[in-house]
């Protein structure tokens, strides 16, 4: 077994962090838009909780914002002429689409891409795939810039495979790390990979939309060179979807052995955990901490985000911190399941607290913010250095952030060809301190 680290990849927040409410399913970005936003204390509010884990001694990376507005976008669309023609051209005759193509959502990097780590690979390399994202719009253009991202960080292909987006078909729905878990006795071990899904290829439902199919996941665990006896596709409840679970992260997380989870988490909630439980044999023991309807609605469970948080391993602890949203402490009932949780014997021993509100009330928490990666030392050291974080370049960081966001952004500024010219200044700035200029 191989040493290995969880790196946490956080998405940077860009600096067109808007409230467009542009997400079916996803109540609290429904709630909130229009609002104006903050980008810069959005960005500022990420980078600080970056900070908080790599002064624990966690490994901490970031991905960087993707080129906003997209051109491509609006260009396909039929727009032509200069850059300012087109976005004028496009806020005056179809401004749904022109908060697509501004839209920061390549923040919540947990839909970035599906990692398996390279103990669970058969050709023993780390394999990301990135994620077509094709149930909204306004997220189904990421990808192209996405993968572009990840071949910059992962460039060793004897390492590191690096996979394409699935076809951008309903069959094919993806929406990456959010609806994947992996469970293991300690992260460089061979684990077990659960993939969780809402509906199956051609199925249709009624009510909001079920992002994951089978499929998709399948597809992903053959090019991950998984081997099927440690791996896991389970059904999300229907019933967690239509309250607002766009995905899986929100009614459950789970680290190296450890599965928490809402009783509405999964369809089959006891075929779940006994397939687990047989794909880990002689692996790890499952451990498992159950959040009942009864003392935590689903519908509390959503708004507070209390799963979108995430479990670590905190260095110096015996059992796991949950990182969760502010908004989870002021919720009655997550609170009061928090604290009895911790005053047990379970394998959750504290739960911290971090302001994430400018995420948060467009529908991500701290777990929405981070993609998992699973490292060993060779990997750290074969990737871009430019992307791993310490205090000084979050200093960096952040002065980059307070001298080219703007402190609020409404729809209306969405038209100013002005602010296009902002957001690619400040994008440029963020990749020349990440040194991945190339990405230009």
Known sequence: MSIAHEVNFDGLIGPSHNYGGMSEGNLASARNSGDVSNPREAALQGLEKMRLLVRAGLKQGVLPPLPRPNMDL???AGFGGSDADIIEATARSAPRLLKAAYSASSMWSANAATVSPSADASDGRLHLTTANLSTMLHRSTEHPD????LLSIFGDTERFGIHAALPAHADFADEGAANHIRLCADHGAEGVEVFVYGREAGESTVGFPARQTR?????IARSHTLAPGRTVFARQARAAIDAGAFHNDVVCVGSL???FYHELA???TDGTLEAIRKAGEGLFELKTVMVPEAEV???DAITSYLFNSQLLKWPGEDRLVLLAP???QETESTRAFCEQMVAGNGPIGRVQYVDVRQSMRNGGGPACLRLRVVMTDEELAACHQGVLMDEEKID???EVVRKTYRDRLSAADLADPVFADECRTAREALLDALGLSDLV
């Open 74 to 76: 609006l260009v396909s």
């Open 146 to 149: 996405t993968t572009a991202n």
């Open 215 to 219: 499929l998709a996941a399948e597809s």
């Open 257 to 259: 052995d450890t599965l």
């Open 266 to 268: 999964f369809e089959e």
């Open 297 to 299: 609605p689903i519908g």
């Open 326 to 328: 502010l908004e989870t």
């Open 396 to 398: 960096q960081l952040q």
